[in-house]
């Protein structure tokens, strides 16, 4: 008999994981059961069948059993592997604290689940550009998963940035944990 996956019975085992402490995903290789109805929007919002999940306390759940395999999200438990929707970045990085100045500034990010990853070399910063030219900023949080950086955030750090030499040319961009980030080079930010 083949049963089908259901966001309860995942819920569940990550629930009698996540008593230990964090789950530990990258040591877990389950076989894989399907994919789930379950998606991740652009603005960090879970669905699960088309609905909204509205208890904060089920989507940190969730979003600690999230694991990054060749370009595709599954959510793990010991047991099990099912495969989600993530139409950008599976986090949301909502604020950041910085400490510091100059190359002695820190950055801390907090995402909408409650990550605080502080940017540096295991935690790098980096900005795409959209079709419409436009940044889009991103930080590490863990294993190949990325928070997007929300617009009030990036602007906020922005008025941070400095300019400074990277790849042999000058670039603006921000400081973190002793690692230069460049955003844009500053030849761009003349014309």
Known sequence: MIVKPSAEGVMAAATKAAKKGPPPVHLWNPPFCGDLDMRIARDGT??????PIGRPAMVRLFSSILKLEDGKFFLVTPVEKVGITVDDAPFVAVDAEVEGEGQAQRITFTTH??????AGPDHPIRVARGADGQPAPYVMVRAGLEARIDRKTFYRLVERGVTAPHQGQDWFGLWSDGQFFPIQPAAELDG
């Open 113 to 118: 689940v409650e990550d605080q990853v502080t």
């Open 46 to 51: 879970w669905f699960y069948l088309g609905t």
